[in-house]
């Protein structure tokens, strides 16, 4: 089926979309970006990632304009009407832009390139939980400017398919023995008794999805650690559970092929995923 995406200020046929060999996103990876959901029609949290989004721009030194979320937020409304988007997720991506010649160092008045397109989406069901996933742990090799949304995503797509051809659902990974996030992302335990989630700094990205299952859990009177979290933490740990945009918590019950607690999916598990789950039906 044909559909219309939003490139450089024109609504087009995705399949029509060009850019240049020149743009700095596809010769350095130079360029951030956001994968926000649609529930029923509407962005979910668009505030928090259109932030999310003017923050990495920042901090990689890309210019923002005033209105630039304002834009952003009327370009998807737009998408949504002309595609009938009803559950899908948007793409966004803004690089630096087009240069004529390859230079490490970018000029300053380059345009940046804004493509955002949209793709169906389906969040795991309850039941799909039931039988908990498995997870793995490797040594967090990237880079320690993880806060960052960057387009440059060699390392955790080397770790995620690391995974994928292990035969498991999600790397877990650990820098210096603390655990920092997932290669696709954030992470939640409960060790004796307590929630816990490593603390927010450069080693991770600021997950929507952590920050709201924090806030909702907080107003069900249910206390979340911000907190180190050492490897021996994670894997004597009696739950655990991955959080993101795209599947909003997914239970990890086997790490290397080893129980997480008694290898089934816990109370905070599906605690978790009921109060994301609940949150979004009632908008
Ligand atoms: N990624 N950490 C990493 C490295 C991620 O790539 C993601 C999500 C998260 C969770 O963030 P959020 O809750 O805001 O989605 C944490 C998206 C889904 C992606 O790259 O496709």
New binding site residues.
Partial sequence: MSQTIYLNGEYINRDDAKISIMDRGFLFGDGV?E?IPIYNSKPFLINK?LQ?LRSSMELVGMRTSSGLTENLEQIMLELISRNQYVNHFFYVHITRGYQSSRNHIYSEDIKHTILIMGEEYKVFSREKLENGFKGCVREDFRWMK?NI?SIS?LG?VMLKNYAAQNGFYETLLIRDNKLT??????IFVVKNGQVMTPNLGVE??P????DLLIELFRKNNIVVEETDVTEDDLLTSEEVWC????NYCVPITEIDNKKIGKGNVGDYSYKSYDLISNFISAL
């Fill in positions: 970006y994968l990632h999310r993880s949304k995503l955790n996030e997932g290669s696709a992302s954030n991770l990205l997950g929507v999805t952590r959080t993101s945009s795209t």
